[in-house]
Every structure is written in C-alpha cells, then in structure tokens.
Nanobody, 117 residues
C-alpha cells in the first residue's frame, strides 16, 4: 500500500518561499512510469495542479505558476518537495501530494498553508 504524507509549515508570510515535503512509503519515487505531483485547493475553489516530478527526475509545471515553482526530490529518503516563491495570500490553500500514472491513484491527506502577515 502506497502512502504519501505532506509536511511543512502551515503559515507563511507574503513574499516568503513556501516549502513542503511529501514523504512516500510503500513504493519508490524512481519506479518507472510514475509521476509525483503537487496539487492545491484554495478555500471555496476547485483543485489546481501545480506540477510534477517524474520517476526520471524530469519536472513539469503549471504555466501559471512556473515562474515561482520548483519541485525536487531526495531519492535516498524517498521524498519530493515543493518550493513556491514570493507567496501572496492567494496562495493560501490545502496542498496535496499525489501519485500519478493513468490517473491520480494515491493522495496524501493534505496540509493547510495560510499566507498572512
């Protein structure tokens, strides 16, 4: 059974960098054909895809967030991380990590991040 768990600060100030980590158990992030994604849901809105890091280490980002986003991985600890720079209150959301192959088959429980001064 694959499990994903998000971790990181729940509060960020405007202009800071938001950093979250997803720890994966029950499966390797380097397993062929799997993609490891970050998604968020702002209050009262739908899910928004942020980007992914592939099993190969390649990354792809949402065009609307690309200029502020970096996704990296730590294969020794089976983790992947999100950095979102220059945050504003509009980045307040529940942030999820998820595994993707033909669809999103495993999700973390989500972590609330609030951007406020």
């Amino acid at each position: 059974q694959v499990q994903l768990q998000e971790s990181g600060p729940g509060l960020a100030k405007p202009s800071q960098t938001l950093s979250l980590t997803c720890t994966v158990s029950g499966g390797s992030i380097t397993t062929n054909s799997y993609y490891w994604s970050w998604i968020r849901q702002p209050p009262g809105k739908g899910l928004e895809w942020i980007g992914y890091i592939a099993y190969s280490g390649s990354t792809y980002y949402s065009p609307s967030l690309k200029s502020r986003t970096s996704i990296s991985r730590d294969t020794s600890n089976n983790q992947f991380s999100l950095q979102l720079r220059s945050v504003t209150p509009e980045d307040t959301a529940v942030y999820y990590c998820a595994r993707v192959r033909w669809g999103y088959d495993y999700w973390g429980q989500g972590t609330q991040v609030t951007v406020s001064s």
